[in-house]
């Protein structure tokens, strides 16, 4: 995925937690699923369901309750 408005290296990793949030927030947002983890993604899901598209949020819900 290209994000036209960021440029960060491929090697960056997230380190606190408004990081992850940023950056699970711009990945599924935008549909780059790519490299990441049901875990991660749970782990962050209550602060991170707020900050999504409806749709995303609710497929999401979906996928955590199977």
Known sequence: MFNW???I???WKPKTEKQWLWYLERKINYDD???LKKKIIKKYFPKLKK?????KKEMLK????K
């Open 5 to 7: 408005d960021y440029n």
């Open 62 to 65: 979906i996928y955590f309750k």
């Open 33 to 35: 699923w790519k490299g």
């Open 51 to 55: 900050r999504l598209d409806p749709g």
């Open 9 to 11: 290296t491929k090697k």
